[in-house]
């Protein structure tokens, strides 16, 4: 009797850990970033995003405490979704800010499907086809996507910088696929060429780069680069110790915080390379200003880099939106986040880089910053602003059918002969 | 649960009134706990102690500590998404699921043979570094392959069928499943490891020299037992796929074959319930370490969890467990372990030790 007593004691117990208890008074919100592996600074970046947001509104928005829980992915897909369910099946949370890689936005975009009542909002997550192709009805992305990023890129790298012919060095993701074609797509079309044999794909988390290096070719003009995180300072690193002296163009995550405030030796390598991003580091305006300053009286000294990153500022918006939908819905969540949603679709709210409002599939529609990377005032390499490519949608203005035609993202899209 | 064999004819029904209440509480699991306890802990649990009772069974019975068991599971996964339906528009040839299942599970166990032909003829350390070698081989193979296995990207979509109007990826449906394969190889292996054959493979593991002048096979006894692991991992992979939906690299990377390792020991090699305390302990400790600690150091718990288990019970759970039941009942254990000792069977290698 004794022992059947002590198992529904057990059993009680875990029932009681396994139903989220709903509080009435707080709104649970999940942060899914990718504490763990290749990408682990920019995800600890992009949760110092969210922290500032909530720290903004003091953690409450509608009338509610926000209450903060984080998941953690290593950037695969399964690990993405896993911690996915884990906020959203055991922990309860009702709006989900994530995730932070081109991949596993698009696998959570599948698991939102599957949740009509939770509301996703997109980390940083920017491979084309999460907002592009079959769009789960709740899942936001105020954050731009990787093509959009390179906005400006392609023509600059063409017209000013009179590149004709490039290599192009990248992950083997879709992230790296979406702003591969966000940036020869121009280039391209301009009379620019990428040939298929001078293309290298390497797997995230690869640490040697001498193969690639030398198989370099000599007749080209320059070396786009899309990797991202510690892939990216391998490579500059590898490249500059090797003597490599062909000009740069970085992707979006190349040249940007997480990379530049590194302690690698890429410094020769990276002055004066362009790139281009949902954000620019010395950008002259108040609003931007005003961001950066306030993320330097958070984390300066608290493991932040010197400027925020992309992530952080992804994240930022992101949760953002969440908040503010959340003030016009007066914290009423108690139609499964109908009107939450619906607040969401509509929003359209001032950020530290510009106005930015959602197109008919959720994706946002921003301003997107041409940039090269200088040394700064303090010896800190940063990202000056060259140019700004205004409300940047995601089908570069195209109507929605046309854009279609240039097909998926992938390692042969454009083909650029 | 260790003591059925022994003491059976102590208990009413001839049943140890612990494993009554495991397979009462195993049963009933998914009435009282969440979508989430059942699908995400139990049936995840129970895929990977399935993966890691095909190592228990080479490690413990047969001295063989394969690392390549992932591998093979992962090898499953993927025949299934290139044989079965899949939504990446690679592959995905479309064959009925039982097919696919059955071809993806004997497919497993070739697979695993093949690696035990390569593997058998070696010892201790050089196997752990061969099946090292082709675990890392079929990774990167498998990464930088677009034709067949789709690169990094792998396969999306994959879904268990929908049979006899249950759709087999609801949380408890899907439990059941895993329940009930899990059940299976684990007294699949109980038996066997009492049958001639697995006394043979434990003779193999204490004495290879003498087992041989005995005129018994080694090298055959020893690609026989990865045969049985194969299927044993394999099935376990066709489970992993429909509960992920999705296969890709990162499942067959080494990080997952050092957790398969990892499972085994801290659950311990000594008994097939090893493994699923194992992989309980494991999946408990990955989702819940983040809520415990700061989150830029919960793997550190997880790495200090998995240290102390082994600092403190180098036969892992098992041997904590059975240190604590012997406290407990130390004349009655004592004679047990006594009587056990003399028998030609999986505890008369490993509990002598422990007197």
Known sequence: ?417 | MFGAAGKSSAYPLGINPAILLVAVFLLGYPLFASDFFTFQIGAYSLILGTIALSLTMLAGYGGMVSLAQMTVAGFAAYVMAILGTNSVGVMGLGWPWWLTAAIAILGAALLSTFIGAISARTEGIYTIMITLAIAVAFFYFVRQNYVIFNGFTGFAGIEPPTLFGVYWRDPMPFYYLCLAVAAFFYFAVLYGSRSSFGLGLQAVRDNPRRVRALGINVFSHRVVAYFYAGAIAGTAGVLLVWFNGRVSPGLVGVDMVIDILVIAVIGGLGAPIGPFLGAVAFVLLENFAIDLIDRERFNTVIGLAFLLIVLFSPDGMLGLWRRAESRIRLPRANALWGARANRDDWHSASSPKRM
């Open chain 1, 1 to 417: 009797m004794l022992q059947i007593t002590r198992n529904t004691l057990l059993a009680a117990a875990v029932l009681a850990i396994a139903s989220p208890a709903a509080a009435q008074d707080t709104i649970k919100m999940g942060g899914l970033a990718t504490l763990e592996g290749a990408f682990a600074a920019p995800g600890q970046d992009g949760i110092r995003g969210i922290q500032m947001a909530l720290e903004e509104v003091n953690s409450m928005a509608g009338g509610k405490k926000i209450e903060l829980i984080t998941g953690s992915s290593d950037a695969s897909p399964a690990s993405a979704i896993r911690a996915t369910r884990k906020l959203v099946e055991q922990d309860g949370v009702q709006i989900m800010v994530g995730p932070l890689s081109g991949s596993e936005g698009l696998a959570v975009k599948d698991y939102a499907k599957t949740k009509p009542n939770v509301t996703f909002i997109n980390g940083t997550s920017a491979a084309q086809d999460t907002t592009l192709r079959n769009p789960a009805p709740n899942f936001f992305r105020f954050s731009t996507e990787g093509a959009q990023w390179m906005a400006g890129l392609g023509e600059y790298a063409y017209n000013v910088k009179k590149y004709r012919k490039v290599a192009v060095l990248a992950e083997d993701y879709s992230f790296p696929y979406t702003q591969v074609f966000g940036f020869l797509e121009p280039f391209c079309r301009l009379g620019g060429k990428a040939p298929a044999d001078a293309r290298f794909w390497v797997p995230i988390g690869n640490k040697d780069y001498s193969s690639v290096i030398a198989a370099l070719p000599d007749d080209v003009d320059a070396i786009y680069v899309a990797l991202g995180g510690a892939d990216a300072i391998n490579f500059l690193s590898q490249y500059q110790q090797a003597g490599g002296e062909l000009p740069l163009i970085g992707g979006s995550i190349t040249v940007d915080q997480t990379v530049l405030g590194s302690k690698g030796k890429i410094r020769e390598t990276v002055i004066g390379t362009p790139s281009a991003g949902p954000i620019s580091d010395t950008w002259d305006d108040p609003r931007w200003a005003a961001f950066v300053a306030q993320y330097k009286k958070m984390f300066a000294g608290k493991g932040g880099f010197p400027s925020p990153s992309l992530f952080a500022h992804g994240y930022y918006i992101n949760a953002k939106a969440a908040l503010l939908a959340l003030d016009k819905v007066n914290g009423d969540l108690s139609d499964g986040g109908k009107k939450l949603r619906a607040a969401l679709a509509s929003l359209k709210f001032e950020t530290p880089t510009g106005m930015v409002s959602l197109d008919e599939r959720r994706n946002a529609i921003a301003d997107i910053f041409l940039t090269e990377v200088v040394e700064g005032p303090g010896g800190n390499l940063v990202n000056k602003t060259i140019g700004v490519t205004n409300q940047v949608s995601q089908t570069f203005g195209l109507p929605y059918e046309q854009f279609l035609k240039y097909g998926q993202v992938s390692r042969t899209n454009p083909p650029c002969n």
